[in-house]
């Protein structure tokens, strides 16, 4: 077990590696040269080649690469072109915001969805089972962009019962753990967390009710065990696929949450790409896509790990 | 143990297992098919009876009727009796005490037949547990004694491997330790060894042998093998399309068979009573259970076939001590006092 852990560790450095050289070269692929992003249309060129040399652009790119990658092991990202602020102390706030309504997400599809799936697994063919797959299908169908427009128009603006947008009260963009705060939580939580959970509905139905057909189901029956401890055996073997499943919904919450943190201006990464994009502030795009790339790796090899906990015939491989 | 506590009597001098005109029927919106019809039988402590006939004929849902063991789709008529307590009447509670306890079954594929994500000891101590109530300590020393009592080398490793670790052989006999964790008093295998190499087959059959003789248990094993039933079974019965065709003692049925479909699998399959002879299959296939002839279901095949069993069905009659047929050739049910099987006079 420990073995495969370390060996499992040693994987994520040649993907580390490569997630940095994308990011790297992020900049070169976009269209334009880069430094044309800070300079006016009709900069001279002397003062071109200088921004060129401030930025490190003069030099060949390996060269380029490995100092910029000696910065970013320091925690060094560079400066956002558009506030001249250090890309750390922009994106780190934003990632920590987008992990923690994703967290809150993820826990609610998580609960929804194993409830429901678990269910419908156990019901498969009737009429409960049937209405929750309608239900799931119909949330995996929905635009999670249109779903917050319609929480905002319903909650906030009709009923007047959850605060529209923002993080807090008076515009505060960092996390506190009150009940004020809680309320900003709630609809954009809703609202990213019923796709994943129509998705993992989806996938513990099928997976629950493929393990309740394996003969050892049968076995367990025969030896006397009660549908409790049934139940705890059909967990088990349906842990890794679950693990597969929120691993695979975490990383898609923190990057693709662009457009949800847009509808309700939560200070997030998703928000925070948004506006570089916009302002082509490649530094912020690039230091922004490296953490959350790092994360998604890290999500990966968690969930690997875990899953082997869950079961060993994983451990092999 | 928990089934010791059962409300229902328990008279001693009932036979261990009895069941009376069992039928399974399983029901579907599109059909329903009845795949066991009017099985009798009963077995006494000690008793090994064996269970044969072609795949499809209806062995498997007997035996696990006896714990019922089928989905819900099946329904049940007639009676069970385990040690007097009636199975088909029992609350699942109730039922669930009488599983692994008073009786257990091993199932054909070790491989599949075990949970792949707990160990080996896991699944047994679990199962003690269950029904012994006693500490986990106490449970996982249980478990290691069956390990070694079913002979599986360096038990107290064996004990934390997991089933894919093991090989088929092994995995078979962790089942076998699995189904006696709890003393059962029956024991049900069906095909045990099918799923196993040549030569291991041997070895977990001579195992379950000596087991079943050392504990005393009353055991029903189906098999395909002959040669297996002559070397376990006290009583062996022919099953075809879901009825009991010949029922008896081995030593009569298997020498002189008083069915044509027991003569026909003697012919079709290697066993050491006419070792060297020419293996004949019989011929046809086996019918469609839910469009069987209007008579002897075995009548479209039948080498003897004749006008008289298109009638009907033929009871089981009486063919010597004890043994039965289902077949109006050379039986007495055209005379006067024809025998009507009866489940107490076939001991
Ligand atoms: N769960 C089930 N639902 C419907 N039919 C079944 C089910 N289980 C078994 N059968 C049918 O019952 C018949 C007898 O099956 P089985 O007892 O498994 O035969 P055997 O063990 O003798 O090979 C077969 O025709 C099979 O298709
Ligand atoms: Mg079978």
Redesign the pocket.
């Known amino acids: 077990m420990i073995f495969y852990v370390i060996r499992r560790i040693l994987y994520v450095i040649p993907i580390a590696i490569g997630v940095t050289i994308v990011c790297f070269m992020l900049i070169h692929l976009a269209p334009g040269d880069p430094p044309d992003a800070v300079l006016p249309d009709n900069a001279p060129p002397e003062m071109v080649e200088e921004v060129r040399a401030a930025y490190g652009f003069d030099k060949p790119l390996p060269v380029q690469y490995a100092y910029w990658l000696s910065r970013v092991v320091t925690g060094d990202f560079g400066r956002s072109i558009m506030t001249q602020r250090s890309v750390a102390s922009e994106v780190f706030p934003a990632v920590l915001n987008s992990l923690t309504i994703a967290a809150a997400a993820i826990v609610l599809a998580l609960f929804v969805g194993v409830l429901f799936g678990a269910l419908s697994g156990y019901r498969s063919g009737t009429l409960t089972d049937r209405a929750i797959t309608f239900v799931a299908t119909t949330g995996i169908s929905v635009p999670h962009y249109w779903l917050a427009m319609v929480l905002i128009i319903v909650f906030a603006v009709n009923m007047r019962i959850l605060p529209a947008t923002g993080m807090g009260p008076g515009g505060s963009s960092g996390f506190a753990f009150n009940l004020e705060n809680l309320r900003y939580m709630v609809l954009p939580a809703i609202a990213l967390a019923v796709g994943p959970a129509a998705i993992i509905a989806r996938s513990v139905r099928g997976t629950v009710s493929e393990i309740r057909k394996q003969d050892f189901i049968q076995t367990l029956y025969a030896k006397g065990l009660g549908p409790t401890r049934v139940f705890l055996h059909v967990a088990k073997n349906a842990a890794p696929t679950l693990l597969a499943i929120i691993g695979l919904q975490t990383a898609h919450l923190l990057g693709g949450s662009i457009l949800v943190e847009t509808v309700f201006s939560w200070p997030g990464a998703g928000f925070l790409l948004h506006s570089a994009i916009f302002s082509r502030d490649l530094p912020i795009l690039q230091g922004a896509v490296l953490v959350l790339a790092m994360f998604f790796v890290a999500t990966n090899l968690v969930v690997d790990v875990l899953q082997t906990f869950f079961d060993p015939r994983l451990r092999r491989g | 143990m928990t089934h010791e506590n059962a409300p229902l009597p328990v008279e001693s001098a009932a036979p261990l297992v009895s069941v009376e005109n069992l039928s399974v029927t399983?029901r579907s919106p599109d059909k329903t098919?009845t795949?066991v019809n009017d099985v009798s039988f009963t077995l006494r402590e000690g008793e090994a009876l064996c269970l044969l006939?072609e795949?499809?004929?209806?062995?498997?849902?007997?035996m696990r009727s006896l714990m019922r063991l089928?989905?819900p789709?099946?329904h049940y008529t007639g009676r069970i009796r385990l040690r007097g307590i009636d199975v088909l009447a029992l609350k699942a509670g109730q039922l669930s005490g009488i599983r692994g306890s008073l009786v257990s079954m091993i199932f054909q594929e070790p491989m599949t037949a075990l949970d792949p994500v707990f160990t080996i000891g896991q699944q047994i101590a679990e199962t003690v547990r269950r029904h012994d109530g006693v500490s986990h300590a106490a449970a996982r020393t249980r478990a290691l004694d069956l390990l070694e009592l079913v002979q599986i080398p360096s038990a107290r490793r064996r004990l934390d491997a997991y089933p894919f670790e093991l090989s088929g052989g092994l995995r078979q006999r962790a089942m076998i330790a699995l189904a006696l964790s709890c003393r059962p008093r029956i024991l049900l295998a069906d095909e045990p060894t099918t799923a196993l190499d040549a030569t291991v087959q041997i070895q977990v059959l001579l195992l379950l042998r000596s087991l079943q003789r050392e504990l005393g248990m009353s055991t029903i094993f189906?098999t395909h093998d002959l040669g297996v039933a002559c070397e376990v079974a006290d009583r062996v019965a022919i099953?075809y399309a879901g009825r009991f065709v010949e029922h008896g003692a081995v030593d009569d049925v298997l020498t002189h068979a008083a069915h044509p479909y027991t003569e026909g699998l003697l012919h079709s399959t290697v066993h050491a009573e006419r070792q060297g002879g020419r293996l004949e299959p019989i011929a046809g296939s086996p019918p469609d259970?839910a469009a069987l002839p209007p008579g002897c279901s075995f009548e479209p095949r039948c080498v003897f076939a004749r006008a008289a069993c298109r009638a009907g069905m033929p009871p089981l009659s009486e063919r010597g001590a004890g043994q039965l047929a289902r077949c109006i050739r050379g039986s007495s049910i055209h005379e006067a006092s024809a025998p009507v099987y009866d489940a107490e006079a076939s001991l």
């Open positions: 399983f098919v795949v006939g795949s499809g004929s209806g062995k498997t849902v007997t089928l989905p789709t099946a189906v099953m259970l």
